[in-house]
């Protein structure tokens, strides 16, 4: 199949993995829509620690610009009820968006139609941009704003020469998009600090006028997003949110908690991954240094200064390696198409891997549970990532998880009486804390429970059932599409095994 058919495909498969049901990390939805649910909707669900007063790590300007506006039409015109259609619509507008927004920037980052062609090919046809771009991630977001500051950089730096071009309105803006995307995610500054430099130089140092007009736009945007979530949080303090966020993140006490990686993560593991075969483009010694490719240089060093490293972090990365690719080093590789060409089948599976199975089952799973609209009862999950309960659109929902007292995992805060509208993440607890939870809740309630579990986790239900004769289990639904790609055991293929069941409990026999 020809190389300008698959462009076109691309943009199909975007469309089609925006409307798959996976499930990439938990901060998809608890970094956004959860909490935009809460504000917005009213309803009852899980307020992640960023957002708590005392924390104040995220702001909630980029939210409200982002998601506000569909949000409001849902409440006030569409009156959708279903969580599901929301969570498909913020994915649709989010592809929507960026593919838009990604073609309007290579027109000023790219000089020529082929540059262009190209670039556009290789985003197009990306698992990147159909699967994470899609999803409601704040580096989602952090992309588009970084394609946004690059072009203007980019009009600055072509009109440098002229006295004349003083672009206010351009510098206004600018300040404007710097201040958003800083309060999006603190780890923007990483990805402009080296384009800065050239455009300082070629166009502030020649039009100060203009740099102030930049700085007077970028503080006056700071001081209204840090007043507005002064308000939002009802604080009687002063919320400089990107602050808070960078000083919890120098923190390696507070890092160990989302995970340590080695400092060559981001180069070693996730680079290939997000970048597949085109990686080898990139070996040249004839790299040409532009805009794009001076925010990889400055973002992978910054970002691997942290121990924290996860692919979602190099999202906005992504598109800027699709423009760096330099057409002249394509004939110094053997087989370009058949580069061309492994580079769709790896995304293709990577797609179909990550944008259509990946935890699947844990957003059916709550779109079978939430069809009679009804009143919930005790929903039980383990080892699933935790269930993004917006999904519920419940207004009296009680969400209870696992804590942590001398590093061991207990129950402390679940209050196993209430029997209705009560989800329960027991997260990857261990098999002795997930028996004791389900047999507190059952010796409980006399309507049973519901509990959700991937199929990997067959043998310690088996377990369960061998041990406690007279708990009746029944499923209620399953499915084999889902991957748990979390809790995989080499030594026990078992673990290996997709799908997810929900089981219906009945109490004890008396």
Not at 65 to 85: M, R
Not at 190 to 198: G, S
Not at 308 to 313: A, P, S, V
Request: proline share 4%; hydrophobic share 45%.
């Amino acid at each position: 199949m020809r190389l300008k058919t698959w462009h076109v495909l691309g943009y199909l498969f975007g469309l089609i993995f925006a409307l798959e049901p996976s499930y990439i990390h938990p901060d998809e939805h608890f970094q956004s829509l959860e909490i935009m649910m809460i504000k917005v909707m009213g309803i009852k669900g899980t307020i992640p620690w960023e957002f708590e007063l005392e924390n104040a790590a995220r702001s909630f300007i980029p939210l409200y610009v982002t998601y506000g506006p569909l949000l409001y039409l849902n409440k006030y015109i569409f009156h959708l009820s279903s969580g599901i259609a929301l969570m498909y619509m913020v994915r649709l507008q989010n592809y929507i968006v960026f593919t838009y927004l990604s073609k309007l920037a290579l027109q000023f980052l790219l000089d020529t139609k082929l540059d262009r062609k190209k670039a556009s090919f290789y985003i197009s046809t990306s698992y990147i941009v159909w699967v994470y771009q899609t999803h409601s991630f704040s580096n989602s977001l952090e992309s588009v704003i970084l394609l946004l500051v690059l072009s203007l950089f980019r009009i600055l730096i072509k009109d440098a020469s002229g006295r004349s071009f003083n672009h206010y309105k351009a510098c206004v803006v600018l300040g404007m998009l710097v201040a958003l995307g800083i309060f999006n995610r603190i780890t923007f500054i990483a990805f402009i600090l080296l384009p800065c430099i050239p455009t300082f130089r070629l166009f502030y140092s020649k039009h100060f006028k203009s740099l102030f007009v930049s700085g007077l736009s970028f503080a006056s945007s700071c001081f209204l997003f840090v007043y507005l979530d002064k308000t939002i949080y009802g604080s009687d303090d002063w919320c400089v949110t990107p602050l808070n966020n960078l000083l919890y993140n120098l923190q390696d006490a507070n890092l160990t908690q989302h995970g340590l990686h080695p400092r060559y993560t981001h180069l070693l593991v996730n680079l290939p991954q997000m970048l597949g075969p085109i990686v080898v483009f990139f070996f040249s010694k004839k790299q040409k240094i532009n805009l794009a490719l001076l925010s990889c240089i400055s973002g992978l060093l910054l970002l691997s200064l942290f121990r924290h490293q996860e692919l979602r972090f190099l999202i906005p990365l992504f598109p800027l390696f699709c423009i760096s690719i330099d057409l002249a080093n394509l004939t110094t590789f053997p087989y370009p198409k058949l580069i061309a060409k492994t580079w769709v089948a790896f995304n293709i599976v990577f797609g179909i891997v990550m944008g259509s199975f990946h935890q699947r089952g844990v957003i059916t799973a709550i779109q079978k549970l939430t069809e009679d609209q009804g009143k919930v009862g005790v929903h039980l999950w383990w080892k699933t990532y935790s269930p993004p309960t917006w999904l519920y659109m419940n207004n009296n929902l009680t969400v209870s998880t696992t804590n942590f007292v001398d590093s061991v995992e207990r129950l402390d805060n679940v209050d196993y009486e209430i029997s209705v509208d009560h989800v329960v993440d027991l997260k990857g607890c261990d098999y002795e804390l997930f028996e004791l939870g389900l047999m507190r809740f059952l010796n409980s309630t006399s309507d049973g429970i519901r509990l959700i579990i991937p199929k990997s986790t067959d043998k310690e239900v088996q377990s369960f059932k061998t041990k406690h004769e007279d708990v009746h289990f029944h499923i209620l639904w399953e499915t084999p599409f889902s991957l748990d790609l979390d809790h995989i055991d080499f030594t026990d293929l078992s673990t290996l095994r997709p799908g997810m069941t929900i089981y219906q409990i009945d109490p004890l026999r008396r």
